[in-house]
């Protein structure tokens, strides 16, 4: 195109001392090529030499020949702010996307009072007067409430803002208070004041706790807290008893110690804690497993003397572990049956803290914690074990030490198998889950038994036994066989736990619901790992756009949701993650949910057929939950712990994920109390059945905990799967609840939690969680204080 050199340009006469001010021109660059892609842009004289031009956006680098530009037209608006009004801020907005256009409404808008985003909202309310005044499209009008809390006689700042350009409307910023009555404002202000006294009391409390001079007990001073423990224990005992009184029913226990060359000291200490026994009605019925030694046969002939209730079952034949135990389990006339290692020790108040449990619960397996104890006799190496945990058993023996068991359904049981001699007693267990209902067997939450840690025990080296390694793959195959489930069970990593995969063939509809808000590099990347690297055939995604505002956002929208397993949301309200998946849900109608946030993303093909064999594994089970990892291959989260000391907190976070957790944990898949909602699969009829999420009361924080809650309390089991695994950038989304403009919205959420669910037994003491440790410090580490318990 050709233009003319004629416009007027002064300043330029007067800086070169021109004749004439018109040499300056003046060219408007098409439309269509303000579309933001890169175009090339030169000046040339009538012989085609060319104009030097410098580009604006480098004004360092010499003038070129040709210059690149890649600007986009941007929108003009038309705005005004009406101010606060009756508790909500009302306006105006139009715009038109580029020079000449139409002007139109519902554009979308950001307020942001004293510096915080408050709300995002579209224009799109009628405004008639606007329409009549300037001809304009009538839909271009704003209304949002104020929040309660920002009312009072306090002045606050607030902006408008267009959004994604961040264009500030006419009339913002503003200052103003929100006092148009006086009452209200008399008793926000109050509350207020109430609810930052309370604040700074919870902080204050803290403070001085933190202050005061204490050393608390952990995992590494076990042997301190266990020496102050027992002692505590006897008196609560002895308490029980004195209530008791002559009431006290004392049923025969028989306790049962196959015996084969022991060390005379350890063996002698053995027989003495069950003489100390507070319990007084007990037989001890020594089976002499044919050792063909003098000493141990001298030790058992004088006990026998020195009391009547020891009997000798002396066997002609060595018949190893299982046959010596199964003579003693037929010898034995007492209601109820104690298993006991030749080796090891008994707390004095193991048998009467065990039958009072019994009688009390109806139980018919029960059993205890334990600890270890080393030749010089200090205490170490606890095993505190959660209440009934089925999918935890599969995983590991962990009932172990103390296990009493009604001598009726021991016999029901049947007796040990010499064919899983190193296992035989996880055997025995797991057939005693084939005939007792969870109920029937009971967790007594104290520590009554020592395991006596020498050179050539499994307590000092598993290598000493590896045939039980293989013992116990195949019982816990074995079991799940005679269930009629069909499934593969291995060694982990050559030790004594198992993981077991799923065999299902079913492949049930899941949905996996991804709320997001721009972030779209991340959301991508979420989205593809899914598509990409997920074998199980039959899922959907939906993703929850929440305020997206970036146009290369919506270019992202505009392309995913052409893929036939994505479709997209678009909920533009406040953010409430809680409302945001309910609403998602009402979409579908799967089997399975699968919560996942924008951040996760997975690694393993077989993730979800794993958390779906999970899932199928039994009919209780409501919810399963992954193995999270922060990018450097560390713990984010493999269970959540819940309690009124800390709501809900992550176990083993941080940790390695090489490492093993507390008694396998972090390797072994096991029944919790709550999982986190970034990436949780939840059966859809559960869902309903339970109310969803609640977008009332939690709409950030907690919401995942107190839906778990629900599950539980409903009669469901979780699942967290050490097999699901994925990597979480954790609030790389949303942000912190630790910012000063969440203080007031988590405060709330917290007290919320802590009403709701303070007198629930699953929340005052978490059931899959041992009561010895502490909620609110490093979980499986930090030890509550024993006069507590």
Not at 277 to 306: H, M, P
Not at 423 to 430: C, P, S
Not at 438 to 452: F, N, T
Not at 625 to 651: E, M, R, S
Request: net charge negative; glycine share 6%.
């Amino acid at each position: 195109m050709q233009i003319a050199c004629d416009q007027e340009r002064p300043d330029v006469q007067s800086a070169l001392q021109l004749p004439t001010p018109k040499v300056g021109f003046e060219f408007s660059i098409p439309e269509k090529f303000m579309d933001g892609k890169r175009h090339e842009f030169s000046i040339r004289f009538p012989d085609r030499t060319a104009l030097p031009l410098a580009n604006p956006s480098t004004p360092d680098v010499p003038p070129a020949a040709i210059i690149h530009f890649s600007e986009k037209s941007l929108p003009q608006y038309q705005s005004y702010i009406d101010g606060v009004k009756q508790g909500a801020l009302r306006g105006w907005i139009l715009c038109a996307d580029k020079p000449g256009a139409e002007q139109h409404g519902r554009c979308m808008i950001s307020v942001i009072v004293d510096g915080v985003p408050m709300a995002q909202s579209r224009a799109d309310r009628y405004r008639g007067d606007v329409a009549a005044i300037l001809g304009c499209d009538p839909n271009c009008g704003f209304e949002i409430p104020i929040p309660q809390r920002l009312r009072g006689s306090a002045p606050h700042k607030f902006q408008v803002v267009t959004l994604p350009d961040r264009t500030e409307l006419n009339g913002s910023p503003f200052i103003t208070s929100l006092a148009d009555d006086a009452l209200e404002t008399r008793l926000v202000d109050l509350l207020g004041t109430i609810d930052g006294l309370h604040r700074k009391l919870s902080e204050l409390r803290q403070e001085v706790r933190d202050l005061v001079p204490r050393r608390g007990y952990n995992l590494g001073d076990y042997n301190r807290w266990a020496h102050k423990y027992y002692p505590l224990l006897r008196e609560r005992v002895a308490k029980q008893r004195q209530l008791q009184g002559s009431a006290r029913t004392e049923p025969l226990v028989s306790i049962l110690c196959p015996t084969y060359r022991p060390l005379k000291s350890d063996f002698e200490a053995a027989l003495n804690s069950v003489l100390s026994q507070t319990y007084s009605n007990w037989e001890l019925i020594i089976v002499d497993d044919a050792g063909k030694c003098a000493q141990t046969t001298a030790v058992i002939e004088r006990f026998c003397k020195a009391d009547q209730r020891i009997r000798a079952v002396p066997l002609a034949k060595n018949a190893g572990i299982s046959g010596a135990t199964n003579a003693g389990m037929d010898a034995a006339q007492g209601d109820y049956v104690v298993f006991f290692d030749h080796d090891d020790l008994m707390v004095d108040v193991a048998v009467e803290v065990m039958v009072h449990a019994a009688l009390e619960t109806g139980a018919k397996l029960l059993y205890s914690d334990e600890d270890k104890i080393d030749q010089a006799g200090y205490f170490l190496e606890p095993n505190l074990k959660p209440d009934f945990n089925y999918r935890y058993l599969l995983g590991c023996n962990y009932i172990c030490h103390l296990t009493m068991v009604e001598a009726e359904t021991m016999r029901k049981i049947g007796h040990l198998k010499s064919d899983y001699d190193g296992a035989q007693d996880h055997d025995f267990v797991l057939r005693a889950t084939e005939i007792l209902s969870p109920s029937e067997i009971h967790h007594v939450p104290e520590v009554l038994y020592h395991w006596r840690k020498t050179p050539n025990s499994t307590a000092v080296n598993v290598a000493n036994k590896t045939y039980a390694i293989e013992a116990g793959v195949r019982c816990v195959h074995d079991h799940l066989k005679r269930r009629k489930i069909k499934a593969k069970v291995s060694s982990i990593r050559g030790l004594t736990l198992y993981g077991v995969e799923w065999l299902t063939k079913k492949a049930p509809k899941v949905t996996i619901i991804i709320p997001f808000k721009d972030q779209v590099e991340t959301t991508r990347q979420c989205v593809d790992a899914l598509l990409n690297k997920t074998a199980y055939k039959n899922f959907d995604i939906i993703l929850v756009n929440n305020w997206s505002v970036e146009d290369e956002t919506i270019d992202f929208i505009s392309e995913i949701q052409k893929h036939p397993r994505v479709s997209v949301l678009t909920v533009e309200e406040p953010f409430n993650y809680s409302r945001l998946n309910n609403l998602a849900v009402e979409q579908t109608s799967a089997d399975y949910l699968m919560f996942m946030n924008n951040d996760v993303f997975v690694e393993n093909s077989n993730w979800l057929h794993i958390a779906i064999g999970e899932a199928l594994a039994a009919p209780d089970i409501g919810a399963v939950g992954a193995k999270l990892l922060y990018p450097n291959d560390t713990i984010q989260h493999a269970g959540v712990i819940v309690g009124p000391a800390g709501i809900g907190a992550h176990v083993h976070r941080g940790d390695p994920v090489t490492e093993y957790g507390y008694i396998g944990r972090t390797m072994l898949s096991h029944e919790v109390t709550a999982v986190t909602a970034a990436a949780m699969l939840v059966r859809s009829d559960v869902f309903h059945e339970i109310g969803g999420f609640d977008e009332k009361e939690l709409t950030v924080a907690y919401n995942d905990v107190d839906l778990c809650l629900k599950i539980r309390d409903a009669g469901y089991r979780i699942i967290f799967s050490a097999e699901v695994v994925a990597y979480h950038h954790e609030s790389l989304s949303r942000g912190s609840d630790d910012r000063p403009e969440h203080e007031a919205r988590f405060f709330h959420e917290t007290q919320t939690m802590l009403a709701r669910w303070s007198d629930n037994p699953l929340f005052e003491r978490d059931p899959s969680y041992p009561r010895y440790f502490t909620v609110d410090q490093q979980p499986f580490f930090d030890l509550v204080d024993p006069e507590t318990l």
